[in-house]
């Protein structure tokens, strides 16, 4: 069993080899889920934008840079009211 103490703001430190085992670093995420009493924590593992825009490749076309550049004065552009 690992220990750790709260400090008096409420905050924890994750003991190294809890962080090992969940292989979570500085910024990363954890999740706490109370159950019968107890705690289950569990590592909130992000995932890289780049597997998620491989997810949707070659189903979405990209426009273009002109078409892109067009959308982008049109959204910009002052308005009639």
Known sequence: ???SKVSSKGQITLPKRVREILGVGPGEE???EVREG???LRARKRVPLE???GRFR???AYPGE???RRAR???WSPRDP
Do not use: I, R, S, Y
């Open 30 to 32: 954890v999740a706490f």
């Open 58 to 60: 070659g189903q979405v």
């Open 66 to 68: 002109e078409e892109e």
């Open 51 to 53: 597997a998620l825009l």
């Open 38 to 40: 107890e705690v289950v």
């Open 73 to 75: 004065e049109a959204a």
């Open 1 to 3: 069993m690992v220990k």
